[in-house]
């Protein structure tokens, strides 16, 4: 059974920091791209920070470039996303998303809310 279960989120200040962690199981977690997105209520879901199938590859939305790193551990089967300077913007449900490198087979997490308020 495949599951993506995200934790670490929940209330932060503006300018603090949060860690969310996808722990991956029910599949080979080495053949698959994973990335972290996020929704806002109100708006359409978007991508915030991708990594490759090895760590190889990274890329970041504009919006968090600077602030937010992506990091896997192919051993543990987990994606990580370090958030640093957050700002009430950043404030959405955070998915985890796995996607196979070739076959294109995607998988989601439930989401975990991150609020960033005063």
Known sequence: QVQLVESGGGLM???????????????TFSSYAMSWYRQAPGKERELVAAIGSTGGYRNYA??????????????????DLQMSSLKSEDTAVYYCKATHQTAGYVYWGQGTQVTVSS
């Open 13 to 27: 200040q503006p300018g603090g920091s949060l860690r969310l962690s996808c722990a991956a199981s029910g599949f």
């Open 62 to 79: 504009d919006s968090v470039k600077g602030r937010f790193t992506i990091s896997r551990d192919n051993a543990k089967n987990t994606v």
